[in-house]
């Protein structure tokens, strides 16, 4: 306890804004006699990025001195498809945004394991862990994985949530933004410096494609991976294969994951019939196994509008080796340096998004080249060792 009562103390923190290609201190690379306990409160609905972060949070935050815990405020897939030892995630379910009953549950967990430290996730969630925080008495950590107020397309329920935020954020300890766009975002709003960390996403190591097997392929296999809904982008995708399409080249495009709702899935599905895109672009549903999905594809495609913090599914093509066809939006540039790792394209731009398709697509030597500096800038810093690292830092 005595850690955790040093984080409440009165002198703020300097600002931490880590280089990406820092090594994690020897100060930090074992774990102190004791663990420190962590409560991290998540909605849990979904299966996608930031649910991907918390997972790997739960695994490699161990070897820094923090045993981390998941409390799943929204039924969903988070416990059912984690690869979290039992017993590390709870069911908090609420009925309803504004069932606060769910405080209470949570204090009882609190006393049960002995926790030390609150971290939440999501606007729903600082709202909960702030009550819960203000109740025991223990220090919080927000954790800032997109825009709040860019969300989604829902213009209502960004505004509800984005007015959460502001209010519950206000008791944090520290706030911890995953690129330097959201830490500007951040200030913005009107967040301290001194309560301001910037702890970049990472993903574990992937074994890479071989790119010298693939120099005489004739067929580009180019994939989306993502929960398909309307700010990633996916009519624009669409629009850009039509006009590949129509200079006949050999480009083909996957989509893989799940849709948010059953009516934009029906809307997207009809779109590829639509357009007759049937021929080059097919959708493969969700899959838990995205490292061996990457793996299939010459190129990840993720053509956003906006809302993205620092896509983990951008990290895991680096670490595959695969290059990267996305939108300048947001943190997205902080990874992809156009022409290097990949292309970045005008976000919203069909045209743009195709002239980037066939720039990558025109000559697989240079796309050999881009494959090995993807590995390179993975390996360089944005592994999940750094990632843990730099939040146990913090």
């Given at each position: 306890m005595q850690i955790a009562s040093a984080l409440v103390g009165t002198v703020p923190a300097p600002t931490i804004v880590l280089p990406l290609s820092k090594a994690i201190t020897p100060a930090i690379n074992h774990a102190p006699t004791a663990s420190l306990r962590v409560l991290h409160v998540i909605n849990g609905e979904h299966f996608s990025g930031a649910e991907r972060v918390q997972q790997l949070l739960g695994k490699r935050l161990g070897q820094f001195g923090f045993e981390a815990e998941f409390a799943c405020i929204k039924p969903g897939k988070f416990a059912e498809l984690c690869e979290l030892r039992d017993g590390q995630v709870f069911d908090a379910s609420m009925r309803g945004r504004f069932d606060l009953s769910v405080v209470a549950r949570l204090m009882q967990r609190v006393r049960d394991r002995n926790i030390q430290l609150l971290h939440a996730h999501t606007p729903r969630s600082a709202l909960v862990t702030s009550l819960l925080a203000r109740r025991t008495g223990l220090p919080w950590v927000y954790h800032v994985h997109s825009p709040t107020a860019r969300d989604s397309t829902?213009?209502?329920v960004n505004r509800i949530n984005n007015v959460i935020e502001k209010i519950s954020i206000r008791s944090?300890?520290?706030?911890?933004?995953?690129?330097?766009?959201?830490?500007?975002?951040?200030?913005?709003?009107?967040?301290?410096?001194?309560?301001?960390?910037?702890?970049?996403?990472?993903?574990?190591?992937?074994?890479?494609?071989?790119?010298?097997?693939?120099?005489?392929?004739?067929?580009w296999r180019i994939g989306m991976i993502a929960l398909m809904r309307p700010r990633k982008g996916v009519e624009i995708a669409l629009?850009?294969?039509?006009?590949?399409?129509?200079?006949?080249?050999?480009?083909?495009?996957?989509?893989?994951?799940?849709?948010?709702?059953?009516?934009y899935q029906r809307q997207i599905l009809q779109m590829v019939q639509a357009m007759k895109l049937d021929s080059c672009v097919r959708?493969?549903?969700?899959?838990?196994?995205?490292?061996?999905?990457?793996?299939?594809?010459?190129?990840?495609?993720?053509?956003?509008?906006?809302?993205?913090?620092?896509?983990?599914?951008?990290?895991?093509?680096?670490?595959?080796?695969?290059?990267?066809?996305?939108?300048?939006?947001?943190?997205?540039?902080?990874?992809?340096?156009?022409?290097?790792?990949?292309?970045?394209?005008?976000?919203?731009?069909?045209?743009?998004?195709?002239?980037?398709?066939?720039?990558?697509?025109?000559?697989?030597?240079?796309?050999?080249?881009?494959?090995?500096?993807?590995?390179?800038?993975?390996r360089a810093g944005f592994s999940d060792q750094h990632m843990a690292g730099r939040l146990a830092a913090v």
């Amino acid at each position: 306890m005595q850690i955790a009562s040093a984080l409440v103390g009165t002198v703020p923190a300097p600002t931490i804004v880590l280089p990406l290609s820092k090594a994690i201190t020897p100060a930090i690379n074992h774990a102190p006699t004791a663990s420190l306990r962590v409560l991290h409160v998540i909605n849990g609905e979904h299966f996608s990025g930031a649910e991907r972060v918390q997972q790997l949070l739960g695994k490699r935050l161990g070897q820094f001195g923090f045993e981390a815990e998941f409390a799943c405020i929204k039924p969903g897939k988070f416990a059912e498809l984690c690869e979290l030892r039992d017993g590390q995630v709870f069911d908090a379910s609420m009925r309803g945004r504004f069932d606060l009953s769910v405080v209470a549950r949570l204090m009882q967990r609190v006393r049960d394991r002995n926790i030390q430290l609150l971290h939440a996730h999501t606007p729903r969630s600082a709202l909960v862990t702030s009550l819960l925080a203000r109740r025991t008495g223990l220090p919080w950590v927000y954790h800032v994985h997109s825009p709040t107020a860019r969300d989604s397309t829902r213009g209502f329920v960004n505004r509800i949530n984005n007015v959460i935020e502001k209010i519950s954020i206000r008791s944090c300890n520290r706030l911890v933004t995953v690129s330097r766009s959201l830490r500007r975002e951040m200030l913005r709003c009107g967040v301290p410096r001194q309560r301001l960390a910037v702890v970049p996403n990472g993903v574990p190591a992937i074994d890479p494609i071989d790119s010298d097997l693939r120099l005489h392929s004739s067929i580009w296999r180019i994939g989306m991976i993502a929960l398909m809904r309307p700010r990633k982008g996916v009519e624009i995708a669409l629009q850009a294969m039509r006009l590949i399409q129509q200079r006949r080249l050999p480009i083909q495009l996957e989509l893989i994951g799940g849709f948010e709702t059953e009516l934009y899935q029906r809307q997207i599905l009809q779109m590829v019939q639509a357009m007759k895109l049937d021929s080059c672009v097919r959708w493969s549903g969700f899959t838990s196994d995205v490292p061996s999905a990457i793996r299939r594809l010459d190129a990840l495609l993720l053509p956003s509008l906006f809302g993205e913090g620092m896509p983990m599914v951008v990290l895991e093509a680096l670490a595959a080796a695969v290059p990267v066809v996305a939108t300048r939006v947001e943190g997205t540039p902080e990874v992809i340096r156009d022409g290097i790792e990949g292309y970045l394209a005008a976000a919203g731009d069909a045209a743009s998004l195709c002239d980037k398709l066939v720039q990558l697509t025109s000559d697989r030597t240079a796309w050999a080249a881009m494959s090995q500096c993807a590995m390179q800038r993975h390996r360089a810093g944005f592994s999940d060792q750094h990632m843990a690292g730099r939040l146990a830092a913090v």
